[in-house]
């Protein structure tokens, strides 16, 4: 990945936490953004797509489960980690996190320490997927768009020149 900041979503209808976990991630360097419940991290996520989202499971309006199937759904240009963080840590609601799309659970009180921890392996995981998307569009040899990249990004540009209105070459 780039050396551009990590920009994070922290979705939580707490107001302490949600201060609380934007100084912890601020201070270790990430560009943090907030929403209070899941309508607006949707809303969020649309205006400026974050690398991580961290939410509450239990918000009002949409619950970070359903968040996390809304975001699957979604076809962003690059992947979204997703850790839930909640306070009713059963099996169950771990099983359904992970049904739902997230990557990490996190039970609270929430730890720094684990919390950044968690954060840095998901960067990791942004990383592996970003090399691996680079490998699969191009080719090892030349180091050109596939054959398959190319026609995307044709179909991309054909669209926007006529939703424009300009011409394609």
């Given amino acids: 990945m780039s050396k551009e900041p990590i920009n994070i979503l922290i979705a939580d209808d ?3 936490l949600l201060r609380l976990l934007r100084k912890w991630m601020e201070s270790s360097g990430f560009v943090v953004q907030c929403a209070n419940d899941g309508l607006e991290a ?53 099983v359904e996190a992970f049904e739902a799309g997230a990557d990490d ?12 921890a968690r954060v840095q392996s998901g960067l ?5 997927e970003s090399k691996l998307n680079v490998l699969a569009k191009t080719d090892s040899l030349t180091g050109l768009a596939t054959r398959r990249t190319f026609f995307e990004l044709a179909e991309r540009e054909w669209s926007r020149a006529r939703r424009h209105h300009i011409h394609l070459s």
């Fill in 42 to 94: 949707v809303a969020a996520i649309e205006a400026n797509c974050p690398q991580i989202l961290i939410t509450d499971r239990d918000m009002p309006h949409m619950d970070g489960v359903e968040l996390c199937r809304w975001l699957r759904k979604q076809d962003f240009p690059t992947y979204v980690y997703t850790i839930i963080v909640t306070s009713h840590c059963c099996s169950d609601n771990m």
């Fill in 105 to 116: 659970f996190l039970k609270k009180p929430i730890d720094k320490a684990e919390l950044v």
């Fill in 14 to 16: 707490d107001s302490a």
């Fill in 124 to 128: 990791r995981v942004l990383e592996l």
